[in-house]
């Protein structure tokens, strides 16, 4: 699975650019979860982060080429206690898997894109209410003041990341990427997109989408994406 990797690089090089890094390695001060989510009212919230008509974005890449390479959290921009106010949000997660065997065995390779799909819905960091709109790749945070006051921060709200990609099988390495610095997280807005129509190509791929290049819809994706097309092309000849 490579059809992430450019945007994997992309991230990387962007983040790297922007000078505003911090990386932690992943420890095992996870921030406590709840079994579900939970509801945390506007009078009880300390933070809004990517709310209030602030930008946020939120994808998730993942690979076998060895791009990702260790576990990792990374805060780009200010960490949870030093926001003050409404903030720009971005959480980005890369992958390290095993080999999904998308050439090979398509009901294996869907098993396992919904496994790492389910993750991302259901990390519930006490105090920590998160809205997702898959539609839209956006991911809205709410902060409570209990959380903000008991010292929360992304690194350990990373940390309840990792462990539960962790504990997916086929995952080897992840990588965490808190944004709160407003002009990365715009720039990185069209990459959500991108990984958007790489899924839902490889979706119909792998549901069994004729190969058609002619009359396609997909063939923006095909043009732009390496490995692509020689995946749905080698994957009609077996
Ligand atoms: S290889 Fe051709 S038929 Fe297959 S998804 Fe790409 S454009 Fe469509």
């Known amino acids: 699975m490579r059809l992430y990797d450019n945007l994997i690089a992309e991230t990387l090089k962007a983040i790297a650019d922007s000078g505003n890094v911090r990386s932690f390695p992943v420890r095992g001060n996870a921030w406590k979860c709840n079994a579900s989510s939970e509801f945390i009212m506007a009078r009880d919230a300390a933070l809004e982060l ?13 690979t076998t080429s060895g791009k990702v390479g260790k576990d990792e959290i990374l805060i780009c921009g200010r960490d949870i ?3 003050k106010g409404d903030t720009a949000f971005a959480r980005i ?45 956006q991911e809205q945070v709410r902060i409570s003041r209990d959380a903000l006051n008991a ?74 994406v390496d490995g692509m097309r020689e995946l749905h092309l080698g994957k009609s000849k077996n």
């Open 81 to 83: 206690n030093e926001i």
């Open 93 to 137: 997660v890369l992958l390290e898997t095993e080999d999904l065997g998308e050439d090979t065995d398509s009901e294996r390779a869907f098993r396992a894109i919904r496994e790492l799909d389910f993750v991302r819905y259901h990390v519930f960091p006490k105090g920590y209410m998160v809205r997702v709109s898959a539609q839209s790749n």
């Open 50 to 62: 990517g709310g209030s008509g602030e930008p946020s974005v939120n994808y998730t890449c993942p």
């Open 151 to 224: 010292g929360m921060d992304f690194e350990r709200i990373g940390a309840a990341y990792a462990a539960k990609y962790k504990a997916v099988n086929l995952v080897k390495h992840v990588r965490i990427i808190f944004i709160t610095d407003r002009k990365l997280v715009e720039a990185l807005r069209p990459n959500a997109d991108k990984v958007d129509s790489i899924t839902k190509t490889l979706t119909h791929i792998l549901d069994g989408l004729p190969t058609d290049c002619g009359h396609c819809s997909m063939k923006s994706v095909c043009d732009e």
